[in-house]
């Protein structure tokens, strides 16, 4: 009786909040609107939970506490985190990090001058436009009719006296709002913005971008950037697998290898941002694995985005998992101009966004014309909708496969 009791009051009711299929036979299938009893919070991502007699692991980011006597809870957290999001651009350390990135910037800068002829008339809206930068270059640099400079972060007030100060107020004009929800006189010639993120797509600002781009673009008109791609390679991370899992096997000559599936789940279950890796790391030579076309892509593909790889092992060395990084190309408005192209890879200037890791749970050596395939997909949460799973299924020469899915971040 006092057993029953106590289990009672320990499980806890949720409602789905949307579908998942479950992929193991540890995880349970349900719909949006299922009510689950939470058994156990066993981690901060896996709950043990029951629907209809069954038991599984249940990914907590799809729950939300109990809608209860069929009343629906007012949904307190805001599952794309504008308060966070914009909160951050408020201040000036994100602004300082992109405006010190000397690779990114200037790219911007060449897109502007090298089509500055171009640009002679036309509107232009700059999605995002931070403290201004971009429309400043337009400017100074070409001579548009209007340059529309959106901003949702509080930072548009100081970004009204940049342009003032500046001497540009009467080409550039600011417009504090999210960019889906302000209005414009007039439809634009140019759509400009830097929305990429981590791995490309975190935080989602691209669908932001898309919804203007339909919206307020002319027909005919212009996207920078236009087209968008996700590079891969295996690599081998030697100093990063060391500090993190290897150390744990003499440290003070003890053995603390029992630490090292908890290393393991702490180090390598996230991918890890702001990683830099070396060219001489790579074991491959790079492959894009997506693509995707600003003027075409829709906001739903965003969903799931799927892409294919095979890689020939150049040299021996140790596999200890996959980087990416992106590039994105801006079109010439000159016929047969060239495009501008910003990589942020390893063989490419610095950028502050440098690689994401992703690390394997197993080292595995390679050999010179050993072959790696496999595919990769970038699935959006369902919930967070700034966050997606990317999972990297990889196979060496047919054999060894693997499969892992890395949360970034929920
Ligand atoms: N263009 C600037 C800032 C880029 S960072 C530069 O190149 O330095 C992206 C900026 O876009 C941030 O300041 C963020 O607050 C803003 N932003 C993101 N989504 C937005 C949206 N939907 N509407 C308006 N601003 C947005």
Not at 99 to 112: A, F, H, M, P
Not at 366 to 393: C, F, K, Q, Y
Request: charged letters at 25%.
């Amino acid at each position: 009786m006092q057993a029953e009791e106590e289990d009672e009051v320990s499980v806890e009711e949720y409602v789905a909040r949307s579908s998942f299929t479950g992929n193991d036979n540890d995880q349970l299938s349900f719909s949006s609107g299922d009510v689950l009893l939470v058994h156990a919070k066993t981690s901060s991502e896996w709950w043990w939970a029951e629907l209809r007699g069954v038991k599984g692991y249940v990914p907590a980011s799809y729950l939300l506490q109990g809608a209860q006597e069929g009343e629906e809870e007012e949904e307190e957290e805001d599952p794309w985190q504008h308060k966070e999001y914009f909160g951050s651009y408020g201040t000036l350390r994100l602004h300082l990090e992109m405006l010190s990135d000397k690779s990114r910037t200037e790219t911007y800068r060449q897109v502007i001058l090298s089509n500055s002829a171009s640009l002679r008339n036309k509107v232009v809206m700059d999605l995002g436009c931070g403290t201004g930068i971009i429309s400043l270059f337009c400017a100074q640099l070409a001579e548009p009719s209007e340059v529309y400079a959106v901003e949702a972060s509080s930072m548009a007030e100081y970004t009204r006296q940049l342009v003032k100060q500046n001497g540009c107020e009467e080409l550039v004009t600011v417009l504090q709002g999210r960019a889906e929800e302000i209005e414009l006189p007039e439809r634009v010639d140019v759509l400009v913005s830097e929305w990429m993120g981590n791995c490309l797509l975190f935080e989602f600002m691209v669908e932001s971008v898309l919804r203007a781009r339909d919206r307020w673009l002319k027909e005919g008109g212009v996207m920078w950037p236009s087209s968008a791609a996700l590079s891969l390679v295996p690599c081998q991370a030697d100093s990063y697998y060391a500090e993190t899992m290897a150390f744990w096997e003499q440290p003070y000559g003890l053995d603390f290898t029992p630490l090292q599936p908890l290393a393991q789940q702490e180090f390598f279950t996230k991918p890890k941002f702001s990683h830099v890796i070396e060219p001489e790391d790579c074991l491959t030579a790079p492959c894009d694995v997506l693509q995707l076309d600003m003027y075409t892509l829709q906001v739903k593909d965003l969903e799931e985005i799927k892409g294919h790889f095979h890689f020939c092992v150049e040299k021996s060395g140790v596999f200890h998992g996959f980087s990416a990084w992106f590039k994105v190309q801006f079109e010439s408005l000159q016929r047969g101009g060239a495009p501008v192209e910003l990589n942020t890879g390893p063989n490419s200037e610095p950028t502050h966004w440098k690689q994401t890791l992703f690390m394997l749970d197993r080292p595995v050596s390679v050999h010179a014309e050993d072959a790696i395939s496999g595919s990769i997909s970038l699935r959006r949460n369902p919930v967070w909708r700034r966050h997606m799973t990317v999972t990297l299924h990889w196979s060496v020469n047919c054999s060894q496969v693997g499969t892992k899915s890395f949360p970034m971040w929920r």
